[in-house]
């Protein structure tokens, strides 16, 4: 079974970047489609991203869209989220997820595994 631990969160102005990591263990990831969500301050953890078991197909929030990239190594047992123009409502705990199939979802039920969270403070 994978297990998932995030890092790379940090405290970073707004316009910047940060490149989160999603180590896994386990010999089976790449079985696993991977998925990032958030949860900001006060409210319901969030749909940030998705990728798939080979990495050839991401989907994104369209609060997201077009400034995350998704991306994985299989072969180093990672998932990474790419987060560039980062803006003040970006702030949130980041978590990884993993779901036994070739495709991801949108929706937390669906996913097996979490990781603990890293936090990301976008300063204005």
């Known amino acids: 079974q994978v297990q998932v631990v995030e890092s790379g969160g940090g405290l970073v102005q707004a316009g910047g970047s940060l490149r989160l990591s999603c180590a896994a263990s386990?010999?089976?990831?790449?079985?696993?489609?991977m998925g990032w969500f958030r949860q900001a301050p006060g409210k319901e953890r969030e749909f940030v991203g998705v990728i798939n078991w080979t990495g050839s197909s991401t989907y994104y929030a369209d609060s997201v869209k077009g400034r995350f990239t998704i991306s994985r190594d299989n072969a180093k047992n990672t998932v990474y989220l790419q987060m560039n123009s980062l803006k003040p409502e970006d702030t949130a705990v980041y978590y990884c997820a993993a779901r036994y199939a070739k495709y991801g979802s949108s929706r937390e039920n669906e996913y097996d595994l979490w990781g603990q969270g890293t936090q990301v403070i976008v300063s204005s």
């Open positions: 386990g010999r089976t990831f790449s079985s696993y489609a």
